[in-house]
């Protein structure tokens, strides 16, 4: 399995960003998908997850300003991210933590920066 994110990028406070983790082999449909972030110095920290039929859980920093969702013909996870704040500025990975061979796996991150 590969997780690739994409749609990061430099906002001003108060704008919207959608990022995407594509994901190629494995049967994508099967598994609970993460959105992490990490700042420097900090632990990478969850920030949403997805279940196999959809179920979404959120961060509370992130509530109501986040939404997760998935397109299972796609094999894409998004997270549109409105009413973006300074404090989202980190880089953002995609996770699938029990994969095929209940391996994990980690995409490479997607750079998010919000100007106050």
């Known amino acids: 399995v590969q997780l690739q994110a994409s749609g990061g990028g430099l906002v001003q406070a108060g704008g919207s960003l959608r990022l995407s983790c594509k994901s190629s082999?494995?049967?994508?449909?099967?598994?609970?998908l993460h959105w992490y972030r990490q700042t420097p110095g900090k632990e990478r920290e969850s920030v949403a997850s997805i279940t196999n039929d959809h179920g979404a859980s959120y961060a509370d920093s992130v509530k109501d300003r986040f939404t997760i969702s998935r397109d299972n013909i796609r094999n894409t996870m998004y997270l549109q991210m409105n009413n973006l704040r300074p404090e989202d500025t980190a880089v953002y990975y995609c996770?699938?933590?029990?994969?095929?061979?209940?391996?994990?796996?980690w995409g490479r991150g997607t750079q998010v920066t919000v100007s106050a």
């Open positions: 996770h699938m933590p029990h994969g095929p061979y209940s391996r994990s796996y």
């Open positions: 082999g494995g049967n994508f449909k099967l598994y609970t």
